[in-house]
């Protein structure tokens, strides 16, 4: 898994809980919603329906009383023949009794009056003005009126007359023509009066008839009107006590009367439909009731300005004629308000169980994880080292518990056996003194300091002690130089280790660059005094490599340094040594040229270069000296100068010398046998003393020139005349075994090492080789008082045969051949160079 994807325990518990949280809240908000709306469209329907119910019974009771009203007036003029043609006052002092009552008792009646086939008129109208001197007024038209309605500002005719109105003639009213025809009362349309006030007028009507030899016979109208200003103040005081509008319609879609205070007339004096109403609700219906027909009771809701608005429109139908709609309207806070606290209460109490949910669960979950989180971090602390980081204690869940607890106890042995490895690592077993590791590590965390001197010391012939007592009496003396040192070195506050086999640091943590020499000195005298193994008394003495610690330096690099000066003290007379920066040097360099050979010897990549050996007299190629070449990383050539005496001093010398034997021989055997070298071509190869001292080396030679074919007697060795060792046997008996093998033995370098010439008798040599360097010196005029001449003086008295090295004049070769040297090798004639690039080479057939 990537990081990416990692989350802690507690947010992966945590998480599904605030997501059934969101839900939970989600859902009860959602249902909330839900079950709001089926409530409120429950709850409308039925308000609605019982709004409806009342205003209906309202506009019943509303219409009936002036319905009856004209019912009775009709029935009156018929019954008491109180209409006269000729004779009016009867009926008008009829009309007046009754609207005195009337006007008080049916507050919706605003005329009662009587239309006659004959074209009179006579009614009373309320008058709405308090400062009118009576609550109605009269008006009439007939023969006192001269036939024209004549409107009065009283109730009688002794009143002035207020307006006069010519050509008005009931007949043609709205409302006569239709009762004319039927002979039921019934309700007028909606029609606008012709008097000066012209109020919008709905009537109630009934037919008059008188007996007329038996037969019921016409002869006009009785009226009683309802002013549609009346009617909607009606409908204002429903509105007042319901809260709800109320739109009466009739079925042409026309305003008839609403709750509403505007008129319904337009400025031209037309009825406003629903369509060009300026109500919201109107306009609405319309376009509901465009798309179908209205049967029945329907219920709408419609939003208006954010408001859901709830509409019941149903349908109201008399026997009287009526054919209208009844419209109510209110709004949902009116009708529903209590219901939506409800529900938000419902929800508030959901949140609070929910959130409380919440934190329960969280502080679950916290105490839960908690131990986890804490285990978790112990652990991480341990991976980095630190065993003391806080457990949790209390715990409640019994598998944390376990965990917490087994995390523990696990912990106690990590740490134990931890402890255990560490001292394994940081303390020698045998002497309990620090072991490399716990000494570097123990002077590490000392404070730095420039006066800081590291001490090395090795226990020299450690090895000889070993081989002559015994493993067991090497490890006693250890123990016993062990607790010698602590002795000292805890006195002078110091870190004590034993870093290898036989060495053991010492470190000195301040003390003056002076004092190094006198501290070495007390080391010493720890040693002075003999050691007792099996109870014989040994002297041991210790060799010392002294490095100084500087700020740069770290511990480990210090204890190196002190390495490379005791390796250098185990070479020096007095057996110490203080690390200089070129020995670190010459150490790496040394220590890369035995990496060098190493690999070679691996590869046999050695290669055998042959540098010619001419004859002077005749200028012909005698023979060669065979002279090994190595090849570095770079592939430069590694002066054999320099990798001779490694090779010597690494014990690598007799496997170079063997190979080298090995390729020089087979190589001149191969080109004498193919006829491109002469056949006695003579070969001069180099040994080392090295070599020479090892009891198995002429039996190793032997067989190398055995395997190679080579004739023995065509080689010789060249033994370096500074190494030799005149009095060691083993030189002595391998010399004369070679000799008796038929090989030839030459000195070289002669000249340049021995200061007594005495071993020319003891060993047995054949040749010398004159040292480059007093050919060198050779000029005409020294010629005959040189080192060369005396050499040729001497050989020719032992009867050696002389070679002049490094001949690379002219004037050289001239001056060695007068002088009796008949040999010579020099640039002069060839660089040493593979057999193949030989130009003596012979071509082959
Ligand atoms: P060396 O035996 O005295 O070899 C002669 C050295 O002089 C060679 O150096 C050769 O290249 C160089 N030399 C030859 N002619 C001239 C010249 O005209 N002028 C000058 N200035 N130098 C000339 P190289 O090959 O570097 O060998 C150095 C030494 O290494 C040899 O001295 C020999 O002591 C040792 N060495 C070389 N090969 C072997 C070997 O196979 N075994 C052993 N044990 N030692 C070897
Ligand atoms: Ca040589
Ligand atoms: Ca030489």
Redesign the pocket.
């Known amino acids: 898994m990537t990081g990416f994807f990692r989350v802690s325990i507690k947010k992966a518990l945590i998480a599904p809980f605030i997501v059934v949280f969101l839900c939970t809240i989600g859902t009860i908000l959602w249902l909330q919603k839900e079950r709001y709306n089926d409530l409120a469209q429950e709850v409308s329907t039925q308000q609605l329906d019982s709004l409806t119910h009342n205003v209906v019974q309202s506009l019943d009771r509303f219409l009936e009383r002036p319905f009856t009203a004209v019912k009775t007036l009709a029935h009156a003029i018929e019954y008491h023949h109180l209409y006269d043609h000729q004779e009016a006052d009867k009926l008008e002092g009829y009309l007046r009794s009754s609207f005195n009552s009337l006007h008080e008792q049916v507050k919706q009646i605003d005329l009662i009056g009587f239309g006659s086939e004959l074209g009179d008129f006579l009614a009373l109208r309320r008058v709405e003005t308090s400062t009118a001197s009576a609550p109605f007024i009269l008006m009439a038209q007939d023969a006192r009126t001269n036939h024209q309605l004549t409107v009065y500002s009283g109730h009688d005719r002794n009143s002035a007359a207020d307006d006069v109105i010519a050509h008005y003639d009931p007949r043609q009213r709205p409302w006569y023509q239709p009762v004319k025809r039927t002979p039921e009362p019934m309700w007028s349309k909606v029609y606008a009066n012709a008097d000066e006030q012209q109020d919008i007028t709905i009537s109630a009507l009934s037919p008059v008839y008188t007996e007329n030899n038996g037969q019921p016979s016409f002869i006009g109208v009785a009226v009683v009107d309802v002013q549609i200003n009346t009617f909607d103040r009606f409908l204002q005081d429903i509105r007042q006590q319901h809260k709800a509008q109320v739109y009466i319609i009739d079925a042409q879609r026309k305003l008839v009367a609403h709750s509403a205070r505007s008129s319904i007339v337009d400025s031209h004096g037309q009825r406003l439909t629903m369509a060009n109403s300026s109500h919201t609700t109107l306009a609405f219906l319309d376009r509901v009731m465009a798309e179908q027909p209205m049967v029945g009771s329907r219920v709408f809701s419609h939003s208006v300005q954010g408001d859901t608005e709830y509409i019941m429109i149903s349908r109201y139908q008399t026997a009287t004629d009526l054919d209208w709609y009844v419209v109510v309207a209110i709004s949902a806070a009116d009708l529903l308000g209590n219901i939506s606290i409800g529900s938000e209460q419902t929800l508030l109490a959901g949140l609070l169980l929910g959130a409380l949910g919440l934190v329960l669960g969280i502080a679950v979950i916290n105490r839960v994880t908690i131990p986890l989180t804490e285990t978790a971090k112990a652990a991480k602390q341990i991976a980095a080292g630190s065993w003391d980081y806080p457990l949790p204690k209390t715990q409640t869940t019994m598998e944390i518990v376990q965990l917490v607890d087994s995390f523990s106890s696990m912990r106690s042995h990590l740490r134990a056996s931890f402890h255990a490895l560490r001292e394994q690592l940081v303390r020698d077993n045998l002497t309990k003194l620090y072991s490399r590791q716990g000494f570097i590590e123990t002077c590490s965390a000392l404070p730095v300091n420039n006066n800081g001197c590291m001490m090395l010391l090795g226990i020299n012939q450690f090895r000889d002690i070993n081989d002559s007592l015994g493993h067991d009496q090497g490890d006693v003396l250890l123990a016993i130089v062990a607790e010698r040192l602590k002795a000292w070195v805890l006195l002078e506050n110091g870190v004590l280790g034993r870093v290898a086999g036989d060495e053991f640091a010492v470190y000195l943590p301040d003390i003056e660059r002076q004092e190094q020499l006198c501290y070495q000195h007390r080391i010493r005298q720890v040693f002075s005094a003999p050691f007792v193994l099996q109870g014989e008394p040994i002297m041991v003495t210790v060799s010392i490599g002294v490095a100084s610690a500087s700020n740069s330096n770290c511990v480990d690099t210090c204890l190196r340094n002190a390495g490379i000066a005791l390796s250098h003290a185990k070479s020096e007379s007095n057996r110490s040594c203080i690390y200089t920066p070129d020995m670190a040097e010459s150490s790496r360099k040394k220590t890369k040229l035995l990496k060098t050979l190493q690999h070679a010897i691996d590869h046999d990549s050695f290669e055998?270069?042959f540098?010619p050996i001419i004859d002077l007299k005749s200028g012909e190629t005698l023979g060669a000296?065979?002279?090994?070449?190595l090849r570095d990383e770079q592939q430069q050539f590694v002066?054999?100068?320099d990798f001779?005496p490694m090779a010597e001093s690494s014990g690598l010398?007799q496997t170079?010398?063997n190979m080298?034997?090995s390729k020089?021989l087979s190589s001149v055997a191969t080109a004498i046998a193919e006829g491109q070298l002469a056949p006695d071509f003579h070969l001069h190869?180099?040994?080392?003393v090295i070599?020479l001292v090892s009891g198995s080396y002429v039996a190793e030679l032997a067989e190398i020139i055995a395997l190679s074919g080579f004739p023995a007697k065509q080689l010789t060795i060249?033994i370096?005349e500074s190494r030799l060792a005149d009095n060691d046997p083993v030189t002595l008996s391998n010399l004369n075994q070679l000799k008796a093998l038929g090989v030839s033995i030459a000195i070289?370098?002669f000249g340049t090492g021995y200061s007594s010439l005495a071993y020319l008798h003891k060993l047995p040599f054949d040749s010398l080789?004159v040292?480059?360097a007093f050919v060198?010196r050779l000029n005409r005029d020294n010629a005959h008082d040189s080192v060369v001449a005396a050499i040729t003086k001497l050989s020719s008295s032992f009867g050696f045969s002389l070679v002049a090295?490094?001949?690379?004049t002219h004037l050289q070769a001239e001056l060695v051949r007068e002088l009796g040297c008949h040999h010579a090798?020099?640039?002069?004639f060839s660089?040493?160079k593979p057999l193949e690039e030989w130009p003596q080479l012979r071509a082959t057939a």
Not at 805 to 808: D, F, K, T
């Open positions: 055998v270069h540098q000296e065979a002279l090994l070449r002066s054999p100068l001779i010398i170079i010398g080298m034997a020089a190869i180099n040994v080392s070599e060249e370096t070289d370098d080789k040292d480059k060198e090295e490094g001949v690379e090798q020099g640039y002069l660089a040493p």
